[in-house]
């Protein structure tokens, strides 16, 4: 059955899941298919396993008017001020998990978490990520802020700028002088950034609003919602290049970051775009240069066949960029919600 699902389209680890096993289990059935199925499972019960009478007991309790809207952290203890011990609280949890009542327990609405809406990138000035990281000064507990725009299909840097502060007002002049550097108009251009106060205060906003830009926030405390922006700080603060000591003023954070962003632009071979230059990609030069390293490739291959065992490296042209793409279980859901 699982091999069916799976060529019919579906991925082995959900159809492993319906089943009620492990990928890892079927994939060793494969590479022993004469085994068989070798799993044994608990030959005696746990000498601790609760009774049908202590079971039925805590599920009475639980599930009382009293303590109905609490959580089994909360019942333990309340239960033990009155000198009563049921059981321990993963042993509730899991027994309310097997009764399909591992639910929201109280009256207030239960918490909701919504990813940000997808957004899809197939030329330049489409979809923008923008952050501020921090610069170390020469006195503890002192930065500077380096506030940094990107394109992420190209993954260039279309802005930046460094301040002593942050603030909505200093985000919506760079902005500003972003969409000016890039020769646009800001309409139907995305912005993404995440849920800080220089993102989201009034003077940013009104900003956006103004020019048309379409602003999209990441969830709080969730990085990987804005993963452009969290890269591009990694590679600008591993760098051979970032400097062992703090900046001494304002100025020399500004001179390093612009030599960084100069680099970063047209010599940096950026992975994500198949090692092309982030310049490049927005001038739409990566298509030749690609088909360039294709042509090389395939020559290679031509001249001495025998070195190659398959087929040569991939270097098409990657044509869209994807920020926050739904899983494939929410296409599920949105599939049979259609």
Known sequence: MITEAVAAGCRLEPACEFLGLSARTVQRWEQM??????????????????????RTELLSVVNSAEYRDSSPSKIVPALADEGIYLASESTIYRILKEENLLTHRSRSRAATHHRPDPFEAIAPNHVWSWDITYLKTLVTGMYFYLYLVMDIYSRKIVGWEVHEREASELSSLLMQEALAEEGIDGKDLVVHSDNGGPMKGATMLVTLQNLGVIPSFSRPSVSDDNPFSEALFKTLKYCPCYPTKPFTDLEEAKVWVREFVRWYNTQHLHSGIKFVTPEQRHRGEDTRILMNRKHVYEEAKRSNPARWSGNTRNWEVIKSVRLNPLRENQKADISCAA
């Open 33 to 54: 298919p004469l085994a068989g199925d070798q799993r044994r499972g608990p030959k005696t019960v746990p000498g601790n396993k609760l009774t049908s009478e202590e």
